[in-house]
């Protein structure tokens, strides 16, 4: 295994602000690594310092095998993909893509051969005298990209670049970037607060918050065993159950709500008796109306407050006296469910063993 | 529609109140610095209740003003004698002076007279003399004891301490200090050329003694007191308002002749308040009031009977400066005949762009 | 259309004045001074069409070698002008903390609240022989003689960059605060050092400025006459100067006005072939 970036115990402060809070990852070579957080949760700044353009206030960054203190951005292996791509505006695509090239003082011929090579890997051939405010979203995007891959870095750094197009584009571009990225074989660090793109994407995605990350895992993992409380929020959409653990045992807490009724809620960690606890469920695990013979079921009487529709997203939103929050329950648009109403009271379930039950801090 | 011709009375009543809001009696009065003093203007606006309004400038841009409205602006204007006749002539800028309306008892009798002669166009005069004076030398006494004519200004020894202006008085000043009588070409255009490109070449060979060329004349008595410039082409007044500072520094006539000029009151073509001009020039002229100008600004006015009121040390400067054969000496510039200016203008500009 | 007409014409009432105050004051002068270059006075003493006054200026070497001196050193004021405000520039916009830019900006301006006679004579109360730098220098020993520092080239040139400098930096500040800051970072990830991002990426940027600002410059320093003459000592015959000879001491008004317009022609022709040295569109830099 050979590791391309290595992160160890990075922190960075502003001030009396601390942006990112004693870091550490490593990504393998070839691998798509997503940095998920919210907007502020310090991922722009953490790039930032593996591009070369923060110093970290502690800790060190190594590309490759190279200790990357004092090391300007202009001197390092790797290419940051800016948000809004910052391509040249006074020169055509050839130009811009030339750039860095032209900077390592490679000969005009090489220079132009290369252009075209990577061109045509983008699939924008014929691309290069173009002006750059002739470029659609996605091919400005295109362009970005091979600016920095003809430059051949150890790894590449992206920055939300998907922010700024628009939703129909983003969901083309995510599956473009991914195909791209296995082609290419570059590692690639991608920062984002979209779960979708991360969780598309990425061999790993590391969620961020407050400068802090929560969890490093496969998409997979983040999404059906989440970490933290926070990454169960935060990555896909999740129903939060709020009770009291009044047993535990085998991986298994029992939950009582405030109603009285009791529920089994699989977990990861050690409970104690008389903790408050959440349960943390996903709409799609939830069954509506199970048959009465399946077994290690938690079954609930709901009344169903409104019907979301959304094509295959469609939702429904249902309440109980258990419940402090409205739940959301995935609705699958196969005719099975149309007798159901607003104002209907229909009973739902769900496997013991599906959702995640963390303590309350 | 009612309220827009309203509106229009209104805007057209505003620019009719402007133009009447001049109308409060003034006098326009175009003249060197230091020739209105401060406590006169008030003295007249007290006496007459008119306003004075003063612009300063030189005999070049005063003519150059008149030319440009035709004699419009203002209602009296200060250029020497010699710069009258041939400018009236071309450009007809000035108005005959009425000398039923001056009061001649007030005025030295020969400079009346010279001064009525040298204005003359047609038969007409269009000048009453004011204030007289020369162009000499002012000497710094400590460094340049032997500086005593106009040839010092070429001379190695004071090398980057000379000063003087590019003006026609340095070019004439120079023609003297050779011998020469350009006065005496005025009519015969070609050979004055011929006088004045060897005396431009003279200057070109000299220029690099020159600390600069001056053109205001405060300056030039600063570089004076600072003893930047030891040598200058300059008036008289100046070198005596230094005296009186710095007793090392006076005023010298130059051994070939102090240019001599009389600055008259002349009154513009157009001029909308010719009563107040004759009324300015009869109170300049009273002997009080000359002397309080001659006693600020240290110039000599033809007015009769000022020199009773003079301070003593304005005696003094003279007496000091001017021995009998230096007063004799002292040339009187004729009225210049157009086409010289011209002349002189293109070897001014070859002086000062030559490297 | 009724209504198209009625729209308009109070919009016409309000700019008849302004239209009439510029032909009048305007346009009006300059078609006498146009006609008036064209006529010269005979041998004997009449008025005639010539183009005389406009040959006479090829003819005289010193009134085209004062005119090539005085473009030369407008050139190299602007140069100057350019390279110390663009780092000036740079600072404000990009380096200097925001709460700053608007006191910086301030600084800038402050000069002007003074005219440009009043600047002139500071610069030269300093640098004269008896000025305030020759004390200083004396008093601490650098100097044992005075040295006279005004009335030479040097002086001069550095009076109208000081003088010009405003009229530079006001345009750069403008387009480099449309350059996005990503862009540096960008062209300095891409492997570029800071000369390179100044002449690849910060030059090309900032082009619409740079070229308006060095057309304002050039035509201020090429009209300006105090500045030359007061701080350029006796070697530095301006054009305009040669121009105010004209009119004011051989009320020469003729040949003057000839020089005006030979001055609007050529340094048109400078700015026009500048623009497309530069290959700029005059449209794009006077916005």
Redesign the interface.
């Known amino acids: 295994m050979h590791v391309d970036l290595s992160v160890k115990n990075v922190s960075k402060h502003f001030k009396s602000f601390t942006a990112v809070d004693d870091v550490s990852f490593e990504v393998e070579k070839g691998k798509f690594f997503s940095i998920l957080g919210p907007s502020g949760c310090g991922k722009t700044t953490l790039l930032r310092m593996i591009a070369g353009f923060e110093e970290p206030s502690a800790g060190s960054i190594y590309i490759g095998a190279q200790d990357m203190a004092e090391i300007p951005p202009n001197k390092r292996p790797v290419n940051l993909i800016f948000q809004h791509l910052a391509l040249f505006p006074m020169m055509n695509v050839a130009d811009n893509i030339g750039f860095g090239l032209a900077r390592r003082k490679e000969s005009k011929a090489e220079i132009r051969k290369k252009v075209a090579d990577i061109l045509e890997r983008v699939n924008l051939p014929g691309f290069g005298p173009k002006k750059i405010h002739q470029l659609s979203g996605g091919q400005k995007q295109r362009v970005a990209i091979a600016r920095s891959l003809v430059l051949d870095p150890t790894a590449l750094l992206l920055d939300e670049p998907l922010g700024a197009l628009d939703l129909k584009l983003r969901e083309q571009m995510k599956i473009e970037l991914k195909k791209l990225q296995v082609e290419v074989g570059t590692t690639f660090v991608y920062i984002t607060h979209d779960q979708s793109e991360a969780l598309v994407m990425s061999d790993h995605v590391a969620v961020m918050n407050e400068g802090k990350f929560e969890q490093i895992d496969s998409p997979q993992n983040l999404y059906s065993r989440p970490a933290s409380p926070f990454v169960a929020r935060f990555v896909g959409n999740n129903n939060c159950l709020a009770g009291t653990c009044v047993g535990y045992g085998d991986g298994l807490a029992q939950l009582q709500f405030s109603s009285g009724e009791k529920i089994g809620a699989r977990t990861d960690r050690h409970f104690t008796t008389g903790v408050k606890a959440e349960l943390f469920i996903r709409p799609e695990s939830i069954i509506i109306e199970p048959e009465k013979e399946l077994p290690e079921l938690n079954r609930m009487q709901v009344a169903v407050s409104s019907i979301l529709f959304d094509g295959a997203n469609s939702q429904l939103l249902v309440t109980s006296p258990a419940l402090a929050d409205e739940m959301l329950i995935s609705l699958p648009q196969n005719r099975q469910y149309e007798h159901i109403a607003a104002g209907d009271r229909i009973e739902i379930g769900w496997d013991v063993k599906a959702g995640n039950c963390f303590e309350v801090q | 529609m009612n309220k827009q011709a309203l509106s229009l009375m209104v805007a057209g009543g505003f620019i009719l109140g402007l133009a009447s809001g001049v109308n409060a009696e003034t006098l326009e009065l175009l003249t060197w610095k230091g020739y209105a003093p401060k406590s006169l203007v008030e003295k007249f606006e007290k006496e007459t209740g008119i306003t004075v309004k003063t612009t300063f400038s030189n005999n070049?841009?005063m003519?150059?003003k008149l030319?440009a409205t035709r004699g419009a602006g203002f209602d009296l204007a200060q250029p020497s004698q010699d710069r009258i006749s041939s400018?009236q002539e071309?450009f007809n800028i000035y108005q005959p002076i009425d000398y039923a309306k001056i009061d001649a008892t007030l005025i030295v009798p020969s400079m009346l007279e010279a001064v009525k002669k040298n204005t003359m166009v047609d038969g007409k005069s269009y000048g009453v003399p004011h204030v007289y004076g020369t162009s000499g030398l002012i000497v710094n006494k400590k460094t340049a004891a032997d500086a005593n004519d106009y040839t010092a200004l070429l001379d190695p020894k004071y090398e980057?301490r000379v000063s003087y202006r590019l003006?026609r008085p340095t070019l004439i000043a120079m023609a003297f200090a050779e011998g020469k009588d350009p006065f005496a070409l005025y009519n015969d255009a070609e050979a004055y050329q011929a006088l004045m490109e060897s005396i431009g070449q003279n200057l070109i060979d000299a220029?690099g003694l020159?600390?600069?060329?001056w053109?205001n004349g405060d300056a030039l008595l600063q570089s004076m007191r600072?003893?930047?410039v030891n040598v200058a082409m300059a008036w008289d007044n100046g070198g005596w308002k230094l005296n009186a500072e710095n007793p090392d520094i006076d005023f010298v006539a130059p051994k070939s002749g102090a240019l001599g000029w009389i600055d008259t009151f002349a009154i513009p073509a157009k001029a909308k308040n010719v009563d107040a001009a004759y009324k300015w020039i009869n109170f300049m002229m009273v002997p009080e009031n000359a002397a309080v100008f001659t006693n600020a600004e240290k110039y000599g006015t033809a007015s009769a009977g000022a020199i009773e009121f003079y301070d003593d040390s304005v005696k003094a400067n003279f007496q000091r400066s001017f021995s009998q054969a230096d007063v004799d000496n002292i040339k009187w510039y004729p009225p210049v005949p157009a086409k010289l200016?011209?002349i002189?203008?293109?070897i001014?500009?070859?002086v000062?762009?030559?490297? | 259309m009724l209504a198209g007409a009625k729209s308009k014409l109070p919009l016409f009432i309000f700019l008849t004045p302004i239209l009439l105050w510029l032909f009048l004051l305007i346009v009006l002068p300059h078609l006498d001074l146009l006609r008036m270059s064209f006529r010269i006075e005979n041998d004997y003493g009449d008025m005639i069409w010539s183009v005389n006054n406009y040959l006479e200026f090829f003819r005289e070497p010193i009134y085209w070698l004062t005119f090539a001196r005085t473009a030369l050193y407008a050139i190299i004021v602007t140069f100057l002008t350019l390279c110390i405000s663009l780092p000036v520039a740079f600072y404000i916009t990009k380096v200097a903390p925001p709460r700053f830019k608007g006191f910086l900006s301030l600084l800038l301006l402050m000069p002007f609240w003074v005219s440009e006679l009043v600047r002139v004579y500071g610069w030269m109360i300093l640098l004269r022989e008896s000025g305030v730098i020759n004390h200083f220098l004396l008093k601490w020993g650098i100097l044992r003689q005075p040295v006279e520092m005004l009335y030479n080239d040097v002086a001069m040139t550095m009076g109208l960059v000081y003088t010009s400098m405003l009229f530079m930096v006001v345009p750069l500040l403008s387009v480099l605060d449309n350059l996005d800051d990503s862009l540096i970072e960008a062209a300095f990830d891409l492997g570029s050092t800071t000369p390179t991002i100044v002449w690849k990426i910060i030059i090309p940027h900032a082009m619409p400025g740079i070229a308006s600002g060095s057309i304002v410059v050039f035509m201020l320093t090429l009209g300006n006459y105090l500045t030359p003459n007061l701080m350029g000592g006796k070697n530095s015959l301006w054009f305009t100067e040669q121009i105010y000879n004209q009119f004011i001491a051989s009320f020469n008004w003729n040949q003057g006005s000839a020089f005006g317009f030979l001055l609007l022609i050529i340094s048109s022709l400078i700015i026009f072939a500048g623009l497309k040295l530069t290959n700029q569109k005059l449209s794009k830099v006077v916005q």
């Open positions: 070049e841009e003519i150059a030319r400018v071309k980057g003006k220029k020159v600390k600069t060329y053109t600072s003893g930047e200016e011209a002189e203008g293109k001014l500009d070859k000062k762009a030559a490297q």
